[in-house]
Structures are given as structure tokens and as C-alpha cells.
């Protein structure tokens, strides 16, 4: 049974026809059922998968045998000229994003219900080709048909925006196309370049392997072709890079994402927050990190202080916004910041730490937006001088949206704080930058004591969890405590039950991760040691003294068991 297919195919396929064949008032009933049979196809898979890590067989692509750990590895050749095809599989880390996804997916139907009242087909088909993109996204293996999702999945959020979106929803579209689109026409080139590049040198002679197949570059990537030089991988390196650095978004490549989550639906919001922004740091460990290893090592200090200014300047500009909705965008880039942190300190640690952040932002930011959307859906308004007092006549959106908002702020004992503190902990040992310390001793990096341990990168980072409780309690007081200064108030109706178990739904989801994070930590450990260990053929990671090595190791071990590293 293709499975992964039909895990991508039916909401898309599903939705046509629900749109042809039902009425208006039916079809986000149908919508509901076709996420929820998503979901249950997804948690199926997840039953089959197998978690240990330790899964590697011989597949067939093209004319070409090599070594592959994807699982449920669906393959058909399609176009045999180009070595174009369909092969779709899931690792760990795959299983992850398209386990949120799904899950994800059923809160932006759900979320929809009572606030989409004009043509609502096309929402819900749009909705749901959204869905098909993104989990296409996560389950490509072949790289041509990665970038055919990558590029599906903006077709839908265009109209979304564009057609559902508040009044600015015109300017925010364009600005988010143009963005992303600037971004595939560079992966578009990069792919182009890596096909007629790859190959490896036998005897003297290049080889030539065109293809577009993930796996087969990964094998060859470390056999002297062009790709496997420096100067030869720099270009493809940067313009795959820019393209997930758009769509995370990194600073300075940020500026579309405010804009569209302000001006989107609610459920627009959700997805682009809960797992859109994911695929740019899927795309960066997927592809970034085991093609091109020694360009990535190299350019990881750059990397780091992008990092770290995202995580500033998110969260200082979130702190003086008064749209409530325009405040958490602002947030996540400050938190996706921390994702690229943990991906360029080059440890287990900080790596963990970045694909569970992914997972947490996801949780948590989709909550934010559900409880502004309802919000926005009882008062038409998002800016905080508007509200105040709402407690006293909402006490349940009250309580849910402070579990969501203490999640965000990293709160110790839920999901945020988990994730996060990984991140700090591992930015500890950033090994990029210790070397870079190690070998120009003149340097800033040396000169500010990050030879043993670069705790000046922890600490700046830790600047965006403090800023990060300030806009979030400030934001949350302004809303919910205070005098009733509006009269109209004071009549609102708290959540019904589908939305209230919308937020309890996610609430339970974040106390869980926070309290017992060793399940996911497990899951996501083999994801973390495949990418490291892509990244040590060939760069100074692989000769990097044992001493500090063995220190890392130890400290992984430790939050790997128990969430929460402790100090030999």
C-alpha cells in the first residue's frame, strides 16, 4: 500500500471533491473528515515506523544501488530523462513534521468553523492543497520533487492571504510571494547546478551522476566531485540556504512575515506558524548539512550571529507592537532563531535542542493565534489598548491562553523551556566558533574567552528568553487583567467547546513534553546523530580533540535521558 502517498495525495484529492460534490453548508464537515483521516493515516505510519534508528537497506534509484535509512520508501521513475521521479520516504525527523502537521492541520479546520463565511470552498480546498504541499514537503526524497511541493505550497497561502486576509491583505500577499519566490528560484538554479555537477573521480577521470535523487548525491557528495570541493559547493550551499532562510525566516530575510500573519485568516496563521516556517529548518538539516558539510562547517559562525541577532531583534521588536497578532509574528522570529542556533553549534545538544524548538513552536505559537483569532472573532480588533479586564468574563480563554503564553515564554515544566534550554546549554560549545577561537587567537572570538566554552553565544542568546517573558506577560496583563474599560467587554461569551478543547488540546500537548520530554527526545535522537555525522566527513568536526568531544557526548547523554542537562 503506498502509504506516504496517500498520506500527501488525499487532502488535496479529497478536497476537490468534497468541493464538487457537496453543498456550501456541508463542506467543512468534509474538510474535518478528510484532516482527521490525514491524521489517522499519519498515526498509522507512525505505528509502523521504526523508531530505533538503526533501519538502513539497499534501494534503487535510477540505475544507481546505494545505502538509504528512509523508511516506507515509495519509489516510480517518472521523467527517466532528466532522472526525475517520484520517491517519497520518512525518517525521524520527517515522521516529527508530518506528525505536527497533521495535527496542526485539524486546529486550522477547526479554527475556521464559524469565522470563514464567504466562499467557503475555496477555502477549504485551498486549506487542504496547503496541506498536500507541506507534507510533500517533508516526505520528498527525490530533490526535483521537493521543490515541486516546495513551490505547491505557496500557490494556496497565496490565495488564502490574498482572498481571506484582512485589509493590508493585498500588500502582505505580494510581499510574501515575491519573497519566497525570490527564494525557489534560487533553489531552482541551485538544483540545475547540483545535477550537471555531482559525480565523483575515478582513476583521474570525472564521473558525472546526474541525478536528482537525495540519496544518491549524499553518497557521492564526499567523493572529490565538484560538489565535494569547497569552491564547488559554496554557490549551491548559499542558494539553498537563502531559499529555507527565507522561509524561516532568518534576519535580514524576515520582513514578509509579519505582514502575512497579521493580515492572514486565523488558520492561515496557524499553518504558516505551526509548520511552514518548519521546512526551512527541515530543508537547512535535510539537504544543507549532509550535501555540503564543509561549507556549512566553515560558514556556521555567520550563521550563528544571524542567529543571534533574530533572537534580539524579534524579540525587542515584539515588545513595543500594540497588535496583538503582529506581537507574536514578531515572536517567531525570535524563537526560529533559536532553531538556527542550535542547527549551526554543531553539537548533539544544541541539534536536539533545535529540532525539538521546531516542534514546540508549533505547539505553542498555534495556540497564540488560535486564541488571538478568537479573540479577533468576538471583538473585530487586535490592538491591546482595546482590551483589558477580559479575565473576569472569560475565565476559561483566559486560563488556556496562559498555558500557551507560559509555553511560549519557556516557563520550566512546559514544552518551551525544554527545547530552548537545549539550545542555550549546547550554544554553550558552539565548535565552529571554539575552533575558529582555537586557531586565530587575535581574534574576537578568542578575545572574548570562547576557546573552551562560548558562553558569550549562550548569553546573548538567553537575552531572548528574558525579552521573550516581557512581550509575552506584558501582552497577556494588558489583555486579560486590568480595569473592563470597554463596555462592550463585558458581554463577551466565553469559549465553546470547540474552542476551548482547540487550546486544552494543545495545553495538555505542552504540559507533556514539559514533564516528560524523554519520548521525544529519544525520537528525535537519531534524527540529531545522522545530521552530525553527515557534518563530520571532511570537516574539523571529525578532528576536533577528544577532550571536549567526550564533554559534549556526556552532556547529551544526560538531556537526552531526562530533559534537563546537569554538570558532571
Not at 35 to 51: H, K, N, Q, S, Y
Not at 214 to 221: D, G, R
Not at 223 to 233: I, N
Request: aromatic share 12%; glycine share 8%; net charge neutral.
Amino acid at each position: 500500500m503506498p502509504l506516504l502517498t496517500l498520506i500527501i495525495a488525499i487532502p488535496a484529492v479529497l478536497g476537490l471533491v468534497a468541493c464538487l460534490l457537496l453543498p456550501q453548508r456541508l463542506v467543512k464537515y468534509g474538510a474535518l473528515a478528510i484532516v482527521l483521516l490525514d491524521l489517522a493515516l499519519v498515526i498509522f505510519a507512525a505505528g509502523r515506523f521504526d523508531w530505533s534508528g538503526d533501519y538502513q537497506r539497499e534501494v534503487a534509484a535510477f540505475e544507481h544501488t546505494v545505502p538509504s535509512h528512509f523508511q516506507m520508501r515509495e519509489y516510480v521513475p517518472w521523467i527517466e530523462p532528466f532522472r526525475i521521479s517520484w520517491t517519497v520516504g520518512v525518517d525521524h525527523l520527517s515522521m516529527l513534521m508530518i506528525l505536527l502537521t497533521a495535527a496542526i492541520g485539524v486546529f486550522a479546520v477547526l479554527c475556521s468553523w464559524s469565522s470563514i463565511k464567504k466562499r467557503e470552498k475555496e477555502f477549504y480546498f485551498f486549506l487542504l492543497v496547503l496541506q498536500t504541499g507541506i507534507m510533500g514537503t517533508f516526505l520528498a526524497i527525490d530533490m526535483f520533487l521537493f521543490y515541486i511541493f516546495w513551490e505547491l505550497m505557496l500557490i494556496p497561502l497565496y490565495f488564502l492571504i490574498g482572498i481571506w486576509g484582512s485589509k493590508n491583505r493585498i500588500f502582505a500577499t505580494m510581499k510574501f510571494v515575491l519573497y519566497t519566490l525570490a527564494g525557489s528560484v534560487l533553489m531552482l538554479v541551485a538544483l540545475i547546478w547540483m545535477y550537471y555537477t555531482n559525480g565523483y573521480y575515478e582513476n583521474g577521470v570525472f564521473q558525472q551522476v546526474k541525478t536528482y535523487s537525495f540519496e544518491v548525491m549524499a553518497h557521492t557528495q564526499g567523493e572529490a566531485g565538484p560538489l565535494g570541493s569547497f569552491r564547488g559547493a559554496i554557490w549551491p550551499f548559499l542558494a539553498l540556504f537563502v531559499a529555507f532562510a527565507v522561509k524561516i525566516p532568518l534576519f535580514p530575510l524576515h520582513t514578509w512575515l509579519p505582514d502575512a500573519h497579521t493580515e492572514a485568516p486565523t488558520a492561515g496563521s496557524v499553518i504558516l506558524a505551526g509548520v511552514l516556517l518548519k521546512t526551512g529548518g527541515y530543508g537547512i538539516i535535510r539537504f544543507c548539512l549532509p550535501l555540503f558539510p564543509d561549507v556549512a562547517f566553515a560558514l556556521a559562525p555567520v550563521c550563528t550571529w544571524l542567529a543571534i541577532i533574530a533572537i534580539i531583534y524579534g524579540a525587542m521588536t515584539a515588545i513595543v507592537q500594540t497588535d496583538v497578532k503582529r506581537l507574536v509574528a514578531y515572536s517567531s522570529v525570535s524563537h526560529m532563531g533559536f532553531v538556527v542556533l542550535g542547527i549551526f553549534s554543531f553539537n548533539a545538544q544544541a541539534m536536539s535542542g533545535a529540532i525539538l524548538t521546531m516542534i514546540n513552536h508549533g505547539i505553542s505559537t498555534s495556540g497564540l493565534f488560535l486564541a488571538v483569532g478568537m479573540l479577533y472573532e468576538r471583538t473585530h480588533t487586535r490592538e491591546m489598548s482595546n482590551f483589558g479586564g477580559l479575565s473576569r468574563n472569560l475565565p476559561i480563554f483566559a486560563a488556556l491562553t496562559m498555558v500557551m503564553v507560559l509555553s511560549s515564554a519557556g516557563l520550566p515544566g512546559l514544552n518551551g523551556f525544554i527545547g530552548e534550554f537545549n539550545v542555550l546549554l549546547g550554544s554553550m560549545s558552539n565548535v565552529p566558533i571554539m575552533i575558529q577561537a582555537h586557531e586565530n587567537p587575535a581574534g574576537f572570538a578568542a578575545a572574548m574567552g570562547m576557546v573552551e566554552y562560548t558562553w558569550f553565544i549562550a548569553a546573548l542568546a538567553a537575552t531572548g528568553v528574558i525579552l521573550g517573558a516581557v512581550y509575552l506577560l506584558i501582552m497577556y496583563q494588558r489583555t486579560f487583567f486590568g480595569k473592563l474599560d470597554e463596555a462592550r467587554n463585558g458581554s463577551l461569551r466565553d469559549l465553546v467547546p470547540r474552542e476551548w478543547g482547540q487550546l486544552a488540546v494543545l495545553s495538555v500537548a505542552a504540559v507533556w513534553i514539559g514533564l516528560f520530554p524523554r519520548p521525544v527526545l529519544n525520537a528525535i535522537q537519531p534524527a540529531t546523530e545522522r545530521a552530525l555525522q553527515s557534518v563530520a566527513i571532511g570537516t574539523p568536526l571529525a578532528q576536533w580533540d577528544e577532550e571536549s568531544v567526550t564533554t559534549v557526548d556526556v552532556q547529551v547523554e544526560w538531556a537526552d535521558a531526562s530533559g534537563v542537562s546537569k554538570k558532571p
